[in-house]
């Protein structure tokens, strides 16, 4: 029967009406279908995020609740939308019929992919989890040093040490090496000025006195260049014959430098007159202070010791 024919009868409007009532079960058994799949992705949905809630913060179960209530309010739409639609299907048989199929078929096909997108997101949280707790782990394992690694520090630590003390132990041998050379050097230097101011020559007297000063600097060169004069004719006139030796030189070690060193020296003089007589030999003291002049150790300061 089409919709612009009018039922006559009561078998046919009776007849009518319980096909009306029927296709209207029909549509609301298809509608509550889908509800309850709907209702069973949402519940296995609200699982899977109260599973992952366990190990997020506070923030994300407030966002898990919004999502919940927004779910909940959507059933309550499609609820709504399917009683209207099941009330305008027994108003118009035909047309409300398709409308509800097609309605519930739409609803078929997409909560499938919700369900399956829902599926994706949580194994993408919990691989990405996964991730994250990876890198820890290899972190972890590379921070652990192994034992060949700490064998070659300990090593290397040891060789270092014995470089090293080999190396303090060469530049100590140096250092006492220069040491000794610095006191023979001074020592000898100080022999030479005591022989040359002890060993005097009246025939000689200038050449005597010249060489006197040449073998000293400083204070005593100044002292000793105005009184060379007065002691060139003392000697001449003593005519007096010295010849200078030294029995033994010490270097003070704590006055020593680079340049200088404050030297003790034991001397002793054989005087012979213009007779040819010689008389006892007169044994000196002396604290000879010794410096470095143009590359020549030379005596600066004579200081007699009784």
């Not at 799949?37 to 599973?51: C, G, H, I, S, V």
């Not at 250092?175 to 100080?190: H, S, W």
């Amino acid at each position: 029967m089409s919709e612009d024919e009018i039922p006559t009868t009561a078998a046919e409007i009776r007849a009518m009406a319980e096909e009306a009532e029927a296709e209207a079960e029909e549509a609301e058994a298809l509608a509550a279908a889908a509800r309850a799949r709907a209702r069973a992705r949402q519940l296995r949905r609200k699982a899977e995020l109260a599973e992952a809630a366990a190990v997020e913060d506070q923030t994300e179960t407030a966002e898990e609740e919004s999502t919940q209530e927004e779910a909940a309010t959507a059933v309550a739409e499609t609820e709504a939308s399917s009683s209207d639609e099941a009330e305008a299907r027994s108003e118009d048989e035909a047309h409300d019929n398709d409308t509800a199929v097609a309605a519930v078929s739409v609803e078929t096909e997409e909560s499938p992919d919700t369900a399956e997108a829902a599926e994706e997101e949580s194994e993408a949280e919990i691989s990405s989890d996964d991730a994250e707790k990876r890198p820890l782990r290899l972190q972890r394992l590379r921070r652990r040093p192994k034992w060949s690694t700490i064998a070659a520090a300990v090593a290397v630590l040891i060789i270092i040490a014995a470089l090293s003390g080999s190396v303090y132990m060469v530049l100590d041998h140096r250092n006492a090496q220069r040491k000794r050379e610095r006191v023979a050097e001074f020592a000898a230097g100080a022999r030479q000025g005591v022989v040359t101011l002890t060993s005097l020559d009246f025939n000689h007297a200038k050449e005597g006195v010249q060489h006197i000063l040449e073998n000293s600097t400083g204070s005593f060169r100044d002292d000793f260049l105005k009184m060379a004069d007065d002691f060139t004719k003392v000697v001449e006139q003593s005519k007096v014959v010295s010849q200078g030796s030294v029995q033994a030189a010490a270097v003070d070690l704590d006055t020593m430098t680079d340049n200088s060193a404050v030297v003790l020296v034991a001397s002793t003089s054989e005087v012979t007159n213009a007779a040819g007589a010689k008389q006892d030999p007169r044994n000196y003291r002396l604290i000879v202070t010794v410096t470095r002049d143009g590359g020549q150790l030379k005596i600066s300061k004579v200081e007699f010791v009784p």
